[in-house]
T-cell receptor, first 109, second 116 residues
Framework: GQNIDQPTEMTATEGAIVQINCTYQTSGFNGLFWYQQHAGEAPTFLSYNVLDGLEEKGRFSSFLSRSKGYSYLLLKELQMKDSASYLCAGLDSNYQLIWGAGTKLIIKP | GAVVSQHPSWVICKSGTSVKIECRSLDFQATTMFWYRQFPKQSLMLMATSNEGSKATYEQGVEKDKFLINHASLTLSTLTVTSAHPEDSSFYIC????????????FGQGTRLTVV
């Protein structure tokens, strides 16, 4: 079966760094997405990885290891507005997104 | 990025009535549209996938006669919740993808449906 696993909740301090992990099992693989979702709003795109390695985009970076079926999202210099749910999603061989349940990130002052 | 407009943003309706939600791709042609439902504190759950001009493919457990999906053009898909009940109250989100094989899906703003 297809499955995406990520922690349910994480807490971090403003200004710090946090890493949100995601492991995946999909039927075929066409890449991995990270989305941010604030309560009551639609998800917004953060990153897409299809090759192994680290993709950096400002304060956010995303890493992928296809051999390990593993990805992480790294958030630096945390701000209060980063409090949100972070969704990991794998793209399978039919280009269907398989969604994780999301990680609720709580930022404390 | 491409823009997907979803309307309405929120709607309250009486039990037994039907509600239509529209999803439009404003600056690209959406060959595939996805409809999701999200209950509080849960992840997105795919309801159905529709390709322009063909019938939607529904996920297991989703009643196709209750959730009518129409994707008549490359820029518009609609989801109609028929005979809505309080348990249908949820956040409904559409997403659209352009050319087949395109990786990124663009999301609408979502519709908060409350059935009273």
């Amino acid at each position: 079966g297809q499955n995406i696993d990520q922690p349910t909740e994480m807490t971090a301090t403003e200004g710090a760094i946090v890493q949100i992990n995601c492991t995946y099992q999909t039927s075929g693989f066409n890449g991995l997405f990270w989305y941010q979702q604030h309560a009551g709003e639609a998800p917004t795109f953060l990153s897409y990885n299809v090759l192994d390695g680290l993709e950096e985009k400002g304060r956010f970076s995303s890493f992928l290891s296809r051999s390990k079926g593993y990805s992480y999202l790294l958030l630096k210099e945390l701000q209060m507005k980063d409090s949100a749910s972070y969704l990991c999603a794998g793209l399978d061989s039919n280009y269907q997104l398989i969604w994780g349940a999301g990680t609720k990130l709580i930022i404390k002052p | 990025g491409a823009v997907v407009s979803q309307h309405p943003s929120w709607v309250i309706c009486k039990s037994g009535t039907s509600v239509k939600i529209e999803c439009r791709s404003l600056d690209f042609q959406a060959t595939t549209m996805f409809w999701y439902r999200q209950f509080p504190k849960q992840s997105l759950m795919l309801m159905a996938t529709s390709n322009e001009g063909s019938k939607a493919t529904y996920e297991q457990g989703v009643e196709k006669d209750k959730f009518l999906i129409n994707h008549a053009s490359l820029t518009l898909s609609t989801l109609t919740v028929t005979s809505a009940h309080p348990e249908d109250s949820s956040f409904y989100i559409c997403s659209a993808r352009g050319v087949k094989g395109d990786t990124e899906a663009f999301f609408g703003q979502g519709t908060r449906l409350t059935v009273v």
